[in-house]
């Protein structure tokens, strides 16, 4: 099969799942990042011919992520190895890394101590990574990542061998369950908390891609309809006890709970609270502060 029949079978047998353009998309992507095609060899040479390419088109057609089937998502200028049971890094989220490093452009002389962040809801670790990697040129920084499930947490470690980094630190820890003492008596006290946590309610799943729903891990995803805000409430009171004074909470929210969790927020304490919208202008983010 070459480049164009490639292309051309992707467009028809996508079409009914993902519409013409997304699927001419999805093809184009599968021919550089798994096949080492670039998009200027696409178009200049597309007879160029493409060895066993039935397998990724008949897994795209199943509905399957072309990230999982390529190994990695593209997060901050870098690549993150992802598959089955790790979330799959958002455009929107690398929105919320650079709003974090904006506002923490600190210089190790101005601070001597380490500077030290706490990404909750690792999954990956692109957030870790990404803020690790973009602020420990400008200061002496500690950072570290949890999450509950032992395959995200492969992942977030093996992206170390990918950048041969020694942070950020990656454990097991359950935010609704977990031991929090011995939590607050490894970490110490931090500077900046953040988590993308669980926050697409149940009710949405209709309105959900079949990409998302039957490939990508629920745990990750969706929350009660009951109580929707259950990890940011949790996360915040670790945050009113982790942090120090002026510490910083960030959070990726549910533009449908932005209202409810700015006045959990206010109702715990915390001040300068704000709701930021993404790029699309959609509500997206929430910061407070500890007083």
């Given at each position: 099969m070459t480049v164009r029949e490639f292309i051309d079978d992707c467009k028809r047998r996508l079409l009914p799942l993902y519409g013409k353009e997304e699927a001419a998309s999805l093809a184009s992507r599968a021919l550089e990042d798994i096949f080492n095609i670039s998009r200027t060899k696409q178009i200049t040479y597309p007879d160029t011919e493409i060895n066993n390419p039935e397998t990724v088109i008949t897994r795209l057609e199943s509905g399957e992520p072309i990230q999982y089937i390529a190994g990695f998502e593209y997060f901050c200028g870098e690549k993150?190895?992802?598959?089955?049971?790790?979330?799959?890094?958002?455009?929107?989220?690398?929105?919320?890394?650079?709003?974090?490093?904006?506002?923490?452009?600190?210089?190790?002389?101005?601070?001597?101590?380490?500077?030290?962040?706490?990404?909750?809801?690792?999954?990956?670790?692109?957030?870790?990574?990404?803020?690790?990697?973009?602020?420990?040129?400008?200061?002496?920084?500690?950072?570290?990542?949890?999450?509950?499930?032992?395959?995200?947490?492969?992942?977030?470690?093996?992206q170390r061998y990918l950048y041969g980094r020694r942070w950020p630190m990656f454990f097991r820890y359950d935010v609704l369950n977990g031991d929090f003492q011995a939590l607050k008596s490894f970490i110490g006290k931090l500077d900046i908390i953040v988590s993308n946590p669980p926050y697409i309610a149940e009710k949405e799943k209709a309105l959900m891609h079949k990409n998302?729903?039957?490939?990508?891990?629920?745990?990750?995803?969706?929350?009660?309809?009951?109580?929707?805000?259950?990890?940011?409430?949790?996360?915040?009171?670790?945050?009113?006890?982790?942090?120090y004074p002026g510490g910083?909470?960030?959070?990726?929210?549910?533009?449908?709970?932005?209202?409810?969790?700015?006045?959990?927020?206010?109702?715990?304490?915390?001040?300068?609270?704000?709701?930021?919208?993404?790029?699309?202008?959609?509500?997206?983010?929430?910061?407070?502060?500890v007083p």
């Open positions: 993150f190895k992802v598959g089955p049971g790790v979330l799959i890094p958002r455009p929107e989220t690398e929105e919320l890394v650079n709003l974090i490093c904006s506002e923490s452009n600190l210089r190790a002389s101005e601070f001597p101590k380490p500077f030290k962040i706490f990404d909750i809801c690792t999954g990956s670790g692109c957030i870790a990574w990404s803020l690790h990697k973009k602020l420990a040129e400008t200061m002496n920084l500690e950072s570290y990542g949890c999450d509950i499930s032992e395959t995200a947490l492969k992942y977030a470690k093996n998302v729903l039957d490939f990508e891990p629920e745990q990750a995803l969706f929350v009660s309809d009951k109580d929707p805000l259950l990890f940011y409430r949790k996360i915040a009171e670790m945050a009113q006890e982790l942090l910083k909470l960030y959070f990726e929210i549910n533009p449908l709970f932005a209202d409810g969790l700015e006045q959990m927020l206010k109702g715990k304490g915390f001040c300068n609270i704000r709701l930021i919208s993404d790029l699309t202008g959609r509500i997206r983010f929430a910061s407070a502060i």
